[in-house]
């Protein structure tokens, strides 16, 4: 008879934490030893995180997926988030779930554009940027928009990997003063782009799907509405398409940017303002009377 032994099982699906650094004020990086997702993982797929059994299942970008862990980085925004910033080396998560969703399609784009102005979309950046300079035929630009120079990171890496690199702030504290979608547009206008992909924020994605669509330049964006499951079951992340419904998490996250019904995406990503405003108080409760 063969007895399986669960709690074996269960203690080496953990996943130690194996470096962990603040990168601005904002933000952070965590690598994580995950050797079955890191194998597998392509540029375009996001990973769940389960910080521990009774803990929120939260999605990832990927930044790097190297020797058996991956790195990721993570806005310091609501609970889970604030809640993860706690541990250190050497703590475990209870899951690394992944990867999910679809890689990007790598093939020859020509000058083929990434942007991203939220960390989420930086992480992709990184990744897609990489994969697509791997790719043969493909010049690469890579964009990057901060508020302001304090909270800059990624350049050198994304100079790194990319034939053309452009940073702009908000403030204008640092690179050109602006947007992205400014650069863009004069991009654009010199008939400089065959491509487009991007991920942020969405009212972004939004205005860069128009303004690629006025220059009939085709564009790629990540959606990131509100994910439970993340395995297709729950339908949260619905998403319209073109009129029709679609899954972000085995559809995406990555969609056709001129057929997006954005107003749709940005509604919904709105739905649990109040409940996670409400999370985040109790969880503040706690550490006060801890
Ligand atoms: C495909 C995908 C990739 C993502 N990549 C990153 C990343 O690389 N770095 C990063 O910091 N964040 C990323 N996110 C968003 C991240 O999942 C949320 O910021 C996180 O779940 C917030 O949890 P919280 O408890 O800290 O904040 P909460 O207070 O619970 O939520 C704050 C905001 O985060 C978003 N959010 C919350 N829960 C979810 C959820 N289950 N699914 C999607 N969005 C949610 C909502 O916009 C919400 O208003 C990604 C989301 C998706 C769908
Ligand atoms: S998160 Fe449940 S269907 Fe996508």
Do not use: W
């Amino acid at each position: 008879m063969v007895v399986i032994d669960f709690k074996v099982r269960q203690k080496d699906m953990k996943h130690e934490i194996s470096r962990k650094e603040d990168i601005n004020s904002e933000d952070y990086l965590i690598e994580v030893k995950a050797p079955l997702v890191a194998e597998r993982f392509r540029a375009g797929h996001f990973v769940v995180l389960l910080t521990h059994p009774k803990g929120e299942r939260i999605p990832m970008s990927v930044l790097k997926a190297e020797d058996g862990k991956i790195s990721i980085l993570i806005e310091k925004l609501g609970k889970t988030s604030r809640e993860l910033d706690t541990y250190k080396v050497g703590d475990m998560l209870e899951a690394v779930i992944g990867p999910m969703g679809n890689p990007i399609s790598l093939k020859e784009y020509g000058n083929v554009v990434f942007a991203s102005d939220l960390v989420c979309g930086h992480a992709e950046n990184y990744a897609v940027s990489k994969a697509l300079g791997e790719a043969d035929g493909n010049h690469v630009i890579s964009m990057q928009t901060f508020p302001t120079k304090d909270l800059i990171y990624l350049e050198k890496e994304l100079r790194g990997v990319s034939d053309e690199y452009y940073i702009t702030t908000m403030d204008g504290s640092y690179g050109i003063k602006g947007h992205y979608l400014d650069v863009l547009e004069r991009l654009l206008k010199e008939g400089r782009v065959d491509m487009v992909f991007a991920g942020g924020d969405v009212q972004n994605l939004k205005r860069l799907a128009e303004l690629t669509e006025s220059y009939n330049v085709p564009a790629m964006v990540t959606l990131r509405p509100i994910m439970v499951d993340a395995t297709g079951m729950c339908g949260s992340c619905r998403v319209f398409i073109d009129g029709e419904m679609k899954l972000a998490c085995i559809d995406g996250p990555m969609f056709d940017a001129h057929k997006v019904d954005f107003d749709g995406v940005i509604s919904a990503m709105n739905r649990f303002k109040k409940k996670e405003e409400e999370a985040m108080e109790n969880y503040n409760r706690k550490e006060v009377t801890k």
